[in-house]
């Protein structure tokens, strides 16, 4: 498990939308898997070199399947949030440092472009040997994640074009089981 270094300034707005530029040129399909985090239990990161994704856990090791849903009448872990996904420039912008990415609580950090134009809800995309598809369900900044980057990276990735570019990320169910190792390719397969 890596500790992440605790003593890194908030960017400002001002700072945080010098970086959007950046951001905005991620690629739209044949993405890379920069990061993978496993989320054992409440508050712990283990950052992975590769992982086994489970039609029916998820992430294999990650606390997804055993976590309530505000969202699901019985509390049960909600089936369309299995895999939570942030694009790895923004996670870099709000960390400032690599061994802060898993801070932000997401599964799979990849360098591509997770707007709805590119990658609506029902589209699966292919990392590794696993697919997954894109969710409706949204993922959006936190209490947690507001005290590890600050009060405007809420702000910025809730903002009207961090919403549009889902900065904060998106959520995805599992399709096809299978391994993902960090440096995969993230290819699109099918548009919903």
Same mark, same amino acid.
């Given at each position: 498990m890596q500790t992440p270094s605790t003593k890194v300034k908030h960017?400002?707005?001002?700072?945080?939308?010098?970086?959007?530029?950046?951001?905005?040129?991620?690629?739209?399909?044949?993405?890379?898997?920069?990061?993978?985090?496993?989320?054992?239990?409440?508050?712990?990161?283990?950052?992975?070199?590769?992982?086994?994704?489970?039609?029916?856990e998820g992430l294999l090791g990650d606390n997804w399947s055993r976590r309530p849903s505000s969202r699901t009448p019985d509390k049960s872990p909600h089936p369309d949030m299995q895999l939570n996904i942030m694009n790895a420039r923004a996670i870099a912008l709000l960390a400032q440092t690599e061994d802060r990415w898993q801070l932000a609580g997401d599964q799979l950090l990849v360098d591509m472009e997770l707007s709805d134009e590119n990658l609506?809800?029902?589209?699966?995309?292919?990392?590794?040997?696993?697919?997954?598809?894109?969710?409706?369900?949204?993922?959006?900044?936190?209490? *947690?994640?507001?005290?590890?980057? =600050? +009060?405007? &990276?809420?702000?910025?990735?809730?903002?009207? /074009?961090? *919403?549009?570019?889902?900065?904060? =990320? +998106?959520? &995805?169910?599992?399709?096809?089981?299978?391994? /993902?190792? *960090?440096?995969?390719?993230?290819r699109k397969l099918l548009n919903g």
């Open positions: 960017l400002s707005m001002q700072e945080l939308e010098a970086g959007l530029d950046h951001i905005r040129q991620s690629p739209k399909d044949n993405g890379v898997l920069k990061m993978i985090v496993r989320r054992p239990d409440t508050l712990q990161r283990e950052v992975l070199e590769e992982g086994t994704i489970d039609l029916k609506p809800a029902g589209t699966q995309l292919s990392i590794g040997s696993a697919i997954i598809e894109v969710t409706t369900q949204p993922h959006n900044g936190c209490k *947690k994640f507001a005290q590890r980057f =600050g +009060i405007d &990276a809420v702000k910025f990735v809730n903002s009207p /074009i961090g *919403k549009e570019l889902h900065l904060r =990320g +998106i959520n &995805a169910k599992v399709i096809q089981g299978g391994m /993902i190792r *960090k440096g995969d390719v993230v």
